[in-house]
């Protein structure tokens, strides 16, 4: 349920072989295969600073939740995304530790193993992108950081229009994991940004109330963050020792993001998400991060795809200059 990825799927444009200001990261990237190598990143100069990406190649849990399947792609299109994208600290290094693969409808045992792969990831570098594959990638994200952080309280701040915590009585999927979590773990705090009342049945807003759940609607985020949004994110960070953030592609606007799963219509602008994400990995509590339900088969122009990339870039030099800085201090 593996499968490395070659360094020669890395590609793009080149400026320079040798000025790494002028690199791209394409070629900061290392590759392992985390079955055959020892997973610690190589050390090409002192100051490193360590980022990590691994895929989820999973269509089984969007199925089962009767979405738009296509999201087993995600990963490969994500990198082609991601390649050609220029690097601007250079102590950034890149390592790809391959995809989970989803055999048929192993999507149980898939989670499990990304679980796994993910707990050995974040021993090993400053954040990490984990990128899927339908949102029941959530889960082995979840799996892999409780087993990083044993007996810590954890934090999970959600940006989606869905709250995902259908029943799982038959069988779990895209809309059940963060009922599964909840259920299984009393020191998990849930926080969603972006909720849609036309997303949503009355039913799922009560349950949400009697777990606990905090969220903000999609049309309070729709032109800028409030001191008070603000807050609140600040408020849920600081009552958790670790935060494992997520976002579901389906929260973005559909003329923006439209090869997801569900597509949103009156969704999120991506200057927001941004925002928001910034705020979270910038807090020092947050290793990692799941993207979820970019389907490319339903993408115009790899739109999609592309603000993934650029999203996920931005979150990488992010870390870095927080990273630097401590450094430097």
Sequence with gaps: MYSDVKKEEWTGRTDSDSLRSAFRFHQIVETINMEKQDIQPKKEFEHQINMALIGFECDEGVSRNKGRTGAVDGPKHFRKSLSPLPIHNEYLHLTDYGNVICHKTKMEDAQEELGEKVSQILSHNQFTVIIGGGHEVLYGHYLGVRRANKDKKIGIINIDAHFDMRDYDEQSSSGTMFKQILDSDDQ??????????????????????????????????????????????????????????????????????????????????????????????????SASISIAELSPRFDIDNRTSRLLANIASNIYHDQAEVIQAQWES
């Design 188 to 285: 998990v705090g849930y926080f969603v940004l972006g909720i849609q009342k036309n997303g949503n049945t009355k039913a799922l807003f009560e349950r949400a109330d009697e777990y606990g759940v905090q969220y903000i609607f999609e049309n309070e985020l729709r032109s800028h963050l409030s001191i008070e949004t603000i807050t609140s994110i600040n408020s849920f960070i600081e009552g958790y020792d670790e935060i494992l953030i997520t976002l579901c592609t389906d929260s973005i606007d559909v003329s923006y993001a439209p090869a997801v799963s569900a597509p949103c219509i009156m969704g999120l602008q991506p200057q927001i998400v941004h925002t928001i994400l910034q705020l979270v990995t910038n807090s020092n509590k």
